[in-house]
């Protein structure tokens, strides 16, 4: 089981603040992605990235951004938070870039008011 | 584009009952994997399959991969409590994404 850490679980921020989701994992995996998803619905793929310096956007158009710097780092960013953001964010890893199954953080809760 | 069905999309029983829940796929895909989900939580891996006509247990859980490789259920006997949550299919190819179903939603009543 992957160890992956996600902050801040819950995040109640006024419009137009920058914010930065962190994700960690200590498994050294090198694939790890950004889900969005609404209360009770199905996850969609907003990021991805194949190992440091990789990143993709996912299915889902998102106006966040993500980078990769290290290995086990793989934080979210929003320049300008708007109530259309509000949602959960869930971060993910996998273990090498043919893997399938991926292991998932507890999620970040994201309100904007 | 493909498109993933999951059904039921909720469940609501009676503790100690037996339950089912599918998934079928306009697509072809080489794995199935069965995530849960609990209230303000990541998914959790349950189960993953890698071959068509694959049965696998793991404790109070069945899942299986259909033989034509576009379905796969999933069965929990003798629920308990603490199988409330949200159930995910999520079907891949090899080196590609997963694909999340709608989820089935499992209540249970004591």
């Known amino acids: 089981e992957a160890d992956i850490y996600q902050t801040p679980r819950y995040l109640v921020i006024g419009t137009g603040k920058k914010i930065t989701l962190e994700c960690s994992q200590t498994?050294?995996?090198?694939?790890m992605y950004w889900y969005q998803q609404d209360p009770g619905m199905e996850l969609h793929l907003i990021h991805y990235?194949?190992?440091?310096?990789?990143?993709e956007k996912g299915d889902l158009s998102s106006e966040s951004t993500v980078s990769r710097i290290r290995t086990e780092h793989f934080p979210l960013t929003l320049e300008s938070a708007r109530p259309s953001h509000t949602s959960q964010y869930l971060c993910a890893s996998s273990e090498g870039l043919a893997a399938i199954e991926q292991f998932f953080g507890p999620g970040t809760r994201l309100t904007v008011l | 584009g493909q498109q993933l069905n999951q059904s039921p999309q909720s469940m609501f029983i009676q503790e100690g009952e037996d339950v089912s829940m599918n998934c079928t796929s306009s697509s072809i895909f080489n794995t199935w994997l069965w995530y849960k989900q609990d209230p303000g939580e990541g998914p959790v891996l349950l189960i993953a399959l890698y071959k068509a006509g694959e049965l696998t247990s793991n404790g109070r859980l069945t899942a299986q991969f259909g033989i034509t490789r576009k379905d796969s259920f999933l069965n929990i006997s003798a629920s308990i409590p603490s199988d409330v949550g949200i159930y995910f299919c999520a079907p891949a190819n090899a080196g590609n994404m997963l694909t999340f179903g709608g989820g089935t939603r499992l209540m249970v009543k004591p």
């Open positions: 498994m050294g995996h090198d694939k």
């Open positions: 990235s194949y190992g440091v310096n990789s990143t």
